[in-house]
């Protein structure tokens, strides 16, 4: 399979790309470094550029598409952990739709987050329209709430492509991790706002993630064992969800 890969220079994204790439596939790499392509996603005309050159060095035809380019609730601007977590992805996934469609048993996974249902669609200021001012009025709390904004909006976005990406025959999936052991996360624990809630934030199997087990999800849902898994969110969180929201179902 060709497989494109955002975020493929460090954490899950290298993972994935790691474990792809032993599993035979052709992998196109994309991120800020350590990548086939070197683009800053957050600006609109470079993001251009990098599809034009996913698709001249993928031959205009991609079998798989893994969008896992984001950033943490550290990040100081708000406004641009949107711009990556979400207007980015849902650009790229709109972009290279006709590429999928060409290609052989093809899917696409977003990569979100177990913070996207730390909010609902209804309360969310993406849908509201009004993020930059509701950003600005959180305070020190801003980049957690630009976070799970982010995340929510994404999965949301997913969703919202089931029936076109389905009947295009191209399967479309997030997967929503808890705490895992990447540099993000180190961010977050070594940033003073955030350290101490992701400290406690222990999910009930008693450890973080690695990046190899979010891979290995990630791996399955772009195989053709996966025929019928589409328009799905998979928590992937050691227990997390299910203790916080029991009834949440
Ligand atoms: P990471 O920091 O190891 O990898 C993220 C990658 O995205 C980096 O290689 C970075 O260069 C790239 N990236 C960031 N901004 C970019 C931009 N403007 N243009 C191009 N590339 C850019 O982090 P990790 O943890 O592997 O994150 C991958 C995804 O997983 C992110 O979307 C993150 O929100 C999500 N996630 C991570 C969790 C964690 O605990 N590590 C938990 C839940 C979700």
Redesign the pocket.
């Known amino acids: 399979m060709r497989i494109a890969i955002?975020?493929?220079?460090?954490?899950?994204?290298?993972a994935t790309a790691a474990a792809l790439r032993d599993a035979g596939h052709d992998i196109i790499g994309?991120?800020?470094?350590?990548a086939d392509i070197t683009?800053?996603?957050?600006d609109a005309a470079a993001r251009a550029a990098a599809v034009d050159a996913v698709l001249e060095r993928a031959g205009g035809v991609l079998d798989g598409l893994v969008l896992?380019?984001?950033?943490?609730p550290q990040v100081p601007d708000p406004n641009l952990v949107v711009e990556?977590?979400y207007r980015?992805t849902v650009a790229l996934l709109d972009a290279l739709l006709p590429a999928l469609r060409k290609g052989e048993n093809p899917a696409a996974v977003v990569?979100?987050?177990?913070?996207s249902t730390q909010i609902a669609w209804a309360d969310n200021p993406i849908a509201k329209g009004n993020e930059a001012e509701a950003f600005a009025q959180a305070g020190d709390f801003a980049g957690h709430y630009a976070y799970a904004s982010s995340?929510n909006a994404v999965t949301v976005a997913v969703r919202e492509r089931a029936v076109e990406w389905g009947g295009a025959g191209v399967r479309l999936n997030t997967v929503?991790?808890?705490?895992?052991e990447?540099?993000?996360?180190q961010a977050g624990l070594d940033d003073p706002r955030y350290g101490e809630a992701i400290r406690n934030f222990v999910a009930p199997i008693g450890r973080?993630g690695k990046?190899e087990e979010i891979a290995s999800l990630i791996t399955y849902l772009l195989s053709p064992q996966a025929g019928f898994v589409h328009g799905a969110q998979f928590v992937i969180d050691g227990g997390i969800d299910a203790q916080t929201r029991p009834t949440a179902v």
């Open positions: 955002t975020g493929s220079g460090s954490g899950i994204g290298a994309i991120d800020l470094r350590n683009v800053d996603l957050t896992c380019a984001g950033v943490g990556i977590n980015a990569v979100s987050s177990v913070a995340k929503a991790p808890g705490s895992v990447t540099p993000l996360l973080n990046p």
